[in-house]
C-alpha cells in the first residue's frame, strides 16, 4: 500500500496531496503552519512533521519532493539511504554530478528516483529517439511577472544552454532540466525563454530534430502560481497513481 511522504506544502504540494487524499501519510514543510493547514483541509489527516528528523522517521514508503531545488540537494540522499523511493519535481537540482550520486545511491538501497515529464508534453518521444536526436531546443514564453519583471513589451531574456538556464532561472525551467535529462544532456539542450506580457498561460515548445524526423509540441498551461504551471502537478499525480495500476500507459 503507497504510503506517501510529501516535503514541502505549498501550490504545488497542496494539489498532489488534495489529489492523493488516503494515501499521503506525512507531510513536512520548513514552515510548519503551510503543513498544518494543509493537514486540516484533507479527509484523511496525515501527521505534519516539526523536523525533517521526524519526518524521515515516520512510517512512508515513499517521498514526494514538492519543495524547492534546495530541498532536493539538502534531503534527496537521506530520503534514499531511508530505503525510500523518491519523486522530484524541482528537477533543476539534478545536475549530472548529484544525478549520478543519487544513481549510485539507489541503486545500492535498490530504490528508484521517479521524475513526472512536469509542464510539458512529449517526454516519451525525446526518450524514444535520445540517441538520434541532432538538435533539441525548448522555447519557454511566460508573463514578465514569472520572472519579477515590469515590462510592456515582448524581449528574449535568454538564448542559450539548458544547463545555465536552469542555474539562471531556477524556480522557472525545471522543464529544461527535465528534457535534458530525457535526451542529449544539459549542454547539448538548448533554451529560449521569452518574458511576453500579453501570455496568461505558461507556453512551453520544444522542437526535436533528428534521424528519425522532428518533433513539435506546445503546452499551453494553466498557472497554480506565477511561476508553477497546473499540469506540472497533474503529471506526479498521474505517476503516482500508476504506481499501483496493473497497466501503465506511457510515461
Same mark, same amino acid.
Given at each position: ?27 513536512? *514543510?520548513? $514552515?510548519?503552519?503551510?503543513?498544518? +493547514?494543509?493537514? #486540516? ?5 496525515? &501527521?505534519?512533521? !516539526?523536523? /525533517? ?70 517526454? *516519451?518521444? $525525446?526518450?524514444?529517439?535520445?540517441? +538520434?536526436?541532432? #538538435? ?5 514564453? &511566460?508573463?514578465? !511577472?514569472? /520572472? ?104
Amino acid at each position: 500500500m503507497l504510503k506517501l511522504g510529501i516535503i514541502g506544502c505549498g501550490a504545488m504540494g497542496n494539489v498532489i496531496a488534495k489529489a492523493m487524499d488516503g494515501k499521503v501519510a506525512v507531510l513536512f *514543510d520548513i $514552515i510548519e503552519e503551510k503543513a498544518v +493547514k494543509l493537514a #486540516e483541509s484533507l479527509r484523511f489527516k496525515p &501527521k505534519v512533521a !516539526k523536523t /525533517f528528523d521526524e519526518f524521515i522517521n515516520s512510517d512512508m514508503n515513499f517521498v514526494v519532493e514538492a519543495a524547492s531545488q534546495r530541498a532536493v540537494r539538502d534531503y534527496a540522499e537521506r530520503v534514499l539511504e531511508s530505503g525510500r523511493d523518491l519523486m522530484v519535481l524541482s528537477v533543476g537540482a539534478l545536475d549530472e554530478e548529484f544525478l549520478s550520486r543519487l544513481r549510485d545511491l539507489a541503486v545500492r538501497k535498490g530504490r528508484r528516483i521517479y521524475i513526472p515529464s512536469g509542464a510539458v508534453v512529449g517526454i *516519451d518521444g $525525446i526518450k524514444a529517439v535520445s540517441d +538520434k536526436i541532432s #538538435e533539441i531546443i525548448l522555447i519557454t514564453r &511566460k508573463n514578465p !511577472k514569472s /520572472f519579477g519583471l515590469n515590462m510592456n513589451e515582448c524581449k528574449i531574456i535568454f538564448e542559450g544552454s539548458a544547463k545555465d538556464a536552469v542555474r539562471m532561472y531556477p524556480q522557472n525551467v525545471n522543464v529544461a532540466a527535465t528534457i535534458s535529462l530525457a535526451g542529449v544532456g544539459l549542454e547539448r539542450t538548448k533554451v529560449k525563454i521569452i518574458a511576453d506580457p500579453n501570455v496568461k498561460e505558461n507556453i512551453h515548445e520544444i522542437r526535436v530534430v533528428g534521424d528519425f524526423g522532428e518533433i513539435l509540441t506546445v503546452a499551453k498551461n494553466v498557472k497554480l502560481n506565477e511561476r508553477t504551471s497546473y499540469l506540472a502537478a497533474l503529471s506526479a499525480i498521474r505517476m503516482l497513481k500508476d504506481l499501483e495500476n496493473a497497466v501503465v500507459i506511457g510515461t
